[in-house]
Nanobody
Framework: QVQLVESGGGLVQPGGSLRLSCKAS????????IGWFRQAPGQEREGVSC????????YYQDSVKGRFTISVDNADNTVYLQMDSLKPEDTGIYFC??????????????????????WGQGTQVTVSA
């Protein structure tokens, strides 16, 4: 069964850090584009960061550059999102997703969420004092 399972969300104060994990099962992350997306209440789901395993290229949304870091552990079939210097506007449900086409650039993939075939169930991140 092809599946992505996120973990690591929670409540954190502004300026704090969280590390999200996304474990893949039923397939390997090789030759995929892996993305982290978030959805705030009443907002569209948006691409936060994407990683292309084939060439290890990375995309970050401008609002998270310098604060978030995406990484992939191929041996463990897990993708991570390290989030530092968190702000209240980072609050939302965070989803990981996988796209199997090796031809997408990370910029294209992160801005075209419909290209991702497999999605996790999401994990809530709340940044509040």
């Amino acid at each position: 069964q092809v599946q992505l399972v996120e973990s690591g969300g929670g409540l954190v104060q502004p300026g704090g850090s969280l590390r999200l994990s996304c474990k893949a099962s039923g397939f390997t992350l090789n030759n995929h584009v892996i993305g982290w997306f978030r959805q705030a209440p009443g907002q569209e789901r948006e691409g936060v960061s994407c990683f292309k395993t084939r060439d290890r290229s990375i995309y970050y949304q401008d609002s998270v550059k310098g604060r978030f870091t995406i990484s992939v552990d191929n041996a463990d079939n897990t993708v991570y999102l390290q989030m530092d210097s968190l702000k209240p506007e980072d609050t939302g449900i965070y989803f990981c997703a996988a796209a199997s086409s090796p031809f997408y650039t990370v910029h294209f993939a992160c801005n075209n969420k419909q290209r991702f075939e497999t999605w996790g169930q999401g994990t809530q991140v709340t940044v509040s004092a």
